[in-house]
T-cell receptor
Framework: DVKVTQSSRYLVKRTGEKVFLECVQD?????MFWYRQDPGLGLRLIYF???????EKGDIPEGYSVSREKKERFSLILESASTNQTSMYLC??????????????FGEGSRLTVL | AQKITQTQPGMFVQEKEAVTLDCTYD???????LFWYKQPSSGEMIFLIY??????QNATEGRYSLNFQKARKSANLVISASQLGDSAMYFC???????????????FGQGTTLQVKP
């Protein structure tokens, strides 16, 4: 089974701190994604990556950056955390386009609170 | 621009009855895929069912079926014989492109919280 592991389930940080959210997948997937989930807004795409060292902005990239130095690891970075970044963050991966359905495989989520 | 809309923030259903969760979408791409995910209170996202835009028949997976009405741009999820364990949030999602041409990105609706009553 595909496993996507997010390093922390719950984090509490202070405004202005630099925050790292780590995600590792064990199925050699090319595609990796970071989503943010907020009540009433569903999931919104922050950044995604199709390959090592490649990254593309999603719908809400402001205030975030990402790093993909190895195929299995995709990190989300909040350079200076703000209270409006309090949210649930979900990492996902998927095989490349030739997969039958190409569904995303998700981690368990990281609930970040910024005080 | 592509868009997914779920208009039911919350739904109740009696155990063992069927329930339909609504989803409408908008895209100008003739090739797309539609997904439903379940998110229990534990937070994990569980893939339920997939429908490709060129698929002739509605997708089914066990108690889940997708009522795909292409002309109306709707992709409603039908859960038959509801169980207490079906209580969760459900998300509809869409991906533009199909098979080898897909981009991998999904856009999601707002979600519907389903509560199954005993």
């Amino acid at each position: 089974d595909v496993k996507v592991t997010q390093s922390s389930r719950y984090l509490v940080k202070r405004t202005g701190e630099k925050v790292f959210l780590e995600c590792v997948q064990d199925m050699d997937h090319e595609n990796m994604f970071w989503y943010r989930q907020d009540p009433g807004l569903g999931l919104r795409l922050i950044y995604f990556s199709y390959d090592v060292k490649m990254k593309e902005k999603g719908d809400i990239p402001e205030g975030y950056s990402v790093s993909r130095e190895k195929k299995e690891r995709f990190s989300l970075i909040l350079e200076s955390a703000s209270t409006n970044q309090t949210s649930m963050y979900l990492c996902a991966s998927s095989p490349p386009g030739l997969a039958p359905t190409g569904e995303l495989f998700f981690g368990e989520g990281s609930r970040l609170t910024v005080l | 621009a592509q868009k997914i809309t779920q208009t039911q923030p919350g739904m109740f259903v009696q155990e063992k009855e069927a329930v339909t969760l609504d989803c409408t979408y908008d895209t100008s791409d003739p090739s797309y895929g539609l997904f439903w995910y379940k998110q229990p209170s534990s937070g994990e996202m569980i893939f339920l069912i997939y429908q490709g835009s060129y698929d002739q028949q509605n997708a089914t997976e066990g108690r889940y079926s997708l009522n795909f009405q292409k002309a109306r741009k709707s992709a409603n999820l039908v859960i038959s014989a509801s169980q207490l364990g079906d209580s969760a949030m459900y998300f509809c999602a869409m991906r533009e492109g199909h098979g080898s041409s897909n981009t991998g990105k999904l856009i999601f609706g707002q979600g519907t919280t389903l509560q199954v009553k005993p």
